[in-house]
Nanobody, 123 residues
Framework: QVRLVESGGGLVQAGGSLRLSCVASGLTFRSYAMAWFRQTPGKEREFVSRISGSGGISGYSDSVKGRFTISRDNAKNTVSLRMDVLKPEDTADYYC????????????????WGPGTQVTVST
């Protein structure tokens, strides 16, 4: 059974940084594309960033491009999201997602999700 556990969320001032991590278990990690999504109450889930199994392909939403960096360590079954120059509009619950298909991740779908970690950016 695939299990994803996020960590690293918290409260930060605007302009600050946070690093989210997601540890995966129950899967052959390098065979899975990984992604981060976020959601605020009353809004649809929003794609943030994705990375292929090898780490050679990545993508970002326009709203975070240039500020967020996704990376993965296949030896540690971990995907991370470095978030810099945080803005109040980045406040959300952040979710780690995994799927064998990078195309599914690109389409915003994934078979496996973590419980999420909350990020709050204050003004």
């Amino acid at each position: 059974q695939v299990r994803l556990v996020e960590s690293g969320g918290g409260l930060v001032q605007a302009g600050g940084s946070l690093r989210l991590s997601c540890v995966a278990s129950g899967l052959t990690f390098r065979s899975y594309a990984m992604a981060w999504f976020r959601q605020t109450p009353g809004k649809e889930r929003e794609f943030v960033s994705r990375i292929s199994g090898s780490g050679g392909i990545s993508g970002y939403s326009d709203s975070v491009k240039g500020r967020f960096t996704i990376s993965r360590d296949n030896a540690k079954n971990t995907v991370s999201l470095r978030m810099d120059v945080l803005k109040p509009e980045d406040t959300a619950d952040y979710y780690c997602a995994a799927d064998r298909s990078y195309q599914q991740i690109v389409a915003g779908r994934a078979n496996n999700w973590g419980p999420g970690t909350q990020v709050t950016v204050s003004t």
